[in-house]
């Protein structure tokens, strides 16, 4: 009941249900402290759990079990305080018990969240040293580590180890992989992932990580492609997503390529904000398309997304860096209109408006 209520995060009732043992004079035997310390640990209640781990280590008939060790090692780890874990676990090893799968997985958990992958990968091995078989959650786990530091080599010699294990890839840990790769424009690798993942929503939000990174290399037929293809399945596209898609376009001048693109993605519905708008109006006036910067201020002016301060900044950057100076006054009245107060930094001709 202690443990139901600890599960059900029900603190007050296992603590009152404990305190009732000891009323009616119930021993306490470390299946009852142990279960007391899962309800501690589950809740990171640490002040708690490690007190009444004190208690047990100097107590004669209630030592902790290695079941103990593992819910204070979990505890520890989801707080990331390695230095708790590391003093957990020289006591362990002087207790003489035998880590398990589970007390290595939440070594090797702990390590990773805070980024401590050489005593992650120690762990892991010292894990095998002892003939404790590592699990699909000690892979996910190792994967996860190497994918966030994109240490891709040893990411992928792990997974090598969980298919000779008879594991299989898990789609989160495929997700993990995808972003690994798509840092690196690595992608040959983020396509076979792509074909090889089975789960329909991983398979779009990798198709989206895909899309990004053509959009990052300029590959324009390849990102056209997706494109297509995400237009077909009616996938959402994200204000960033068309950003990214956007600057490609402008990058290679493909203007007209561009038109089309928005002129789909309006089709489509997907939603353009004030990031957006602003990416749009600045990219065109870097690129001294003034036609089309202003067609794409007043498509903002007419949408819910209304110009703010680095909307207007940007107008006059682009107006003043090619001494449109007629165009700059206009939109220093619009601001003063719009409710704006016309920083000193925005006064015509002060080179500090960029």
């Known amino acids: ?63 902790p079990t290695v ?62 040293a002892t003939f404790c078989l590592p699990n699909p959650f000690t892979f996910s786990t190792l994967i996860q580590g190497y994918a966030a530091a994109e240490l891709q080599n040893k990411m992928e010699a792990v997974v090598e180890e969980m298919f000779r294990s008879g594991f299989s890839l898990r789609a989160r840990d495929a997700e993990a992989m995808v972003y690994a790769y798509s840092k690196s424009r690595n992608l040959e690798k983020i396509e076979r ?25 300029d590959r324009l037929n390849d990102m056209e492609r997706l494109i297509e293809e995400m237009l077909h399945t009616k996938e959402a596209f994200s204000p960033r997503l068309s950003a990214a898609v956007v600057k490609a376009y402008l990058r290679q001048r493909a203007y007209e390529r561009l038109d089309k693109f928005l002129e789909k993605s309006k089709a489509a519905g997907w939603n353009f904000n004030r990031g957006l708008y602003n990416a749009l109006i600045s990219l065109y006036g870097k690129h001294g398309k003034f036609e089309k910067m202003e067609e794409s201020f007043l498509q903002m002016l007419a949408s819910k997304c209304c110009p703010y301060m680095r909307t207007y900044r940007i107008l006059l950057n682009a107006y003043q860096g090619r001494g449109r100076k ?22 015509l001709g002060n080179s500090d408006t960029k």
């Open 67 to 128: 079941l103990t060790y593992t819910a204070i090692l979990s505890m520890y780890g989801k707080l990331r305080n390695s230095a708790k874990m590391k003093h957990i676990l020289q006591v362990l090893k002087n207790s003489n018990l035998k880590p398990t799968t589970e007390t290595f997985n939440c070594l090797i958990w702990g390590y990773q969240r805070v980024g401590m992958l050489q005593s992650m990968e120690r762990t892991f091995e010292e894990m095998k």
């Open 193 to 217: 992932i792509i074909d090889d993942t089975g789960a329909k929503e991983f398979r779009i939000r990798f198709r989206k990580l895909l899309l990004k990174s053509y959009a990052y290399s």
């Open 326 to 347: 007629e165009e700059a006054s206009h939109i220093l009245q619009r601001m003063k209109l719009a409710g704006f107060d016309v920083p000193e930094s925005f006064k």
């Open 1 to 63: 009941m202690i443990s139901l209520a600890g599960n059900l995060k029900k603190l007050e009732l296992a603590l009152s249900l404990y305190e009732e043992m000891e009323e009616q004079g119930v021993p306490r035997t470390f299946e009852v402290q142990n279960a007391l310390m899962m309800v501690y640990a589950r809740n990171c209640y640490c002040q708690k759990a490690f007190a009444l781990f004190q208690d047990m280590v100097k107590s004669n008939d209630r030592k």
